[in-house]
């Protein structure tokens, strides 16, 4: 078995996206049904519960007021996410784990990136890049924010950590950073899952860098296992304007994902969907690098993002 989990709870446009991230999952699912188990870890299992009949979910109620415990010690949001995944892997050591935050979609079938999971082997989103090089990307923001990822450095070059019984690991700021919209882990991965939630903790009192949770799945899992990137099946719109965009798209979101009709004729409306929202995202991140990039008197790039959006635009 494996349990596909999805977290969703506080605003309207979490539980709208997690809508999507679900059905998505299932429109491009072409393996056998009883072989997945999505678990929706909500506030609101009623907001989901109409657009899932049919499907095999099942909800965990989140209550609001338990999150500042699942925050931890410094409060840090993205920590909630590690503890469910803990949870899932405390309840079902035998399963699979394949969590995919609210803020994706599928655009293609599923089961050659489930089939990659194998003892030795995990997947993340896609690989993005050192810690050296995060220090040049936060340094560039406005105001600068380097000092996160630079306290992070020299805290991981400082000391030692433990992934497993009497062994003691060296982390680098050579080493990559990967994005963490989506997690698939086999059972013997999932034993490390308690020490990547001890790591995210040290990280995070050590740095306050926000990205400690990805950070520490990252180190642990590169370090353990092989990673595999799913951007080739799950498109992750975690940029703010890419979210706009799937938010005005899902604002009316009974529109967007009908309710009435037969489940296979709704998967399928939600394939087909998938594909143009997609592209609108894609279309819309070549129009405004193309913009930024002639505003800048960068030709040759602007007209290389130019000529993107007209293709995308096309076809």
């Known amino acids: 078995m494996t349990r596909q989990i999805i977290l969703a709870y506080g605003r309207e446009t979490e539980h709208q996206r997690a809508v999507l991230a679900v059905l998505s999952f299932w429109a491009w699912y072409k393996g056998e049904r009883s072989l997945i188990q999505t678990v929706v870890f909500t506030d609101r299992p009623e907001f989901f519960a109409p657009y899932f009949v049919g499907l095999p979910v099942e909800y965990r109620l989140l209550n609001l007021a338990e999150l500042p415990l699942m925050r931890g010690e410094h409060g840090y949001m993205h920590r909630i996410k590690l503890v469910i995944i803990n949870q899932i892997a405390q309840e079902y050591p035998t399963d699979a784990l394949f969590f995919c935050d609210s803020d994706t979609f599928f655009v293609a079938p599923a089961a050659p990136l489930l089939s990659a999971l194998r003892p030795g082997v995990s997947v993340m989103h896609l690989r993005e890049q050192t810690f050296t090089e995060a220090i040049e990307t936060w340094a560039s923001f406005s105001p600068p924010q380097d000092e996160f990822p630079r306290r992070f450095v020299e805290f991981i070059e400082s000391r030692s950590f433990e992934l497993a019984p009497g062994t003691q690991h060296h982390f680098q700021a050579s080493q990559f950073m990967w994005n963490s919209g989506v997690l698939g882990l086999v059972p013997e991965t999932m034993e490390l899952v308690p020490t990547i939630l001890a790591l995210n903790d040290a990280f995070y009192a050590g740095s306050r860098w926000i990205l400690t949770e990805q950070v520490a799945f990252s180190l642990a899992l590169q370090t353990c296992t092989e990673l595999q990137p799913s951007n080739q099946y799950v498109f992750h719109y975690w940029g703010k304007r890419q979210k706009e965009v799937i938010d005005t798209i899902l604002a009316d979101l009974p529109a967007a994902l009908p309710l009435s009709g037969e489940l296979e004729t709704r998967l399928a409306h939600v394939r087909k ?33 130019a000529v993107k959006f007209l293709m995308i635009s096309i076809f």
Do not use: C, P
């Not at 991140?285 to 602007?302: H, T, Y």
């Open 273 to 305: 969907r998938t594909k143009s929202w997609h592209q609108a995202v894609q279309r819309d991140d070549a129009q405004q690098i193309a913009k930024v990039a002639f505003a800048k008197g960068e030709m040759l790039n602007g007209m290389k993002y």
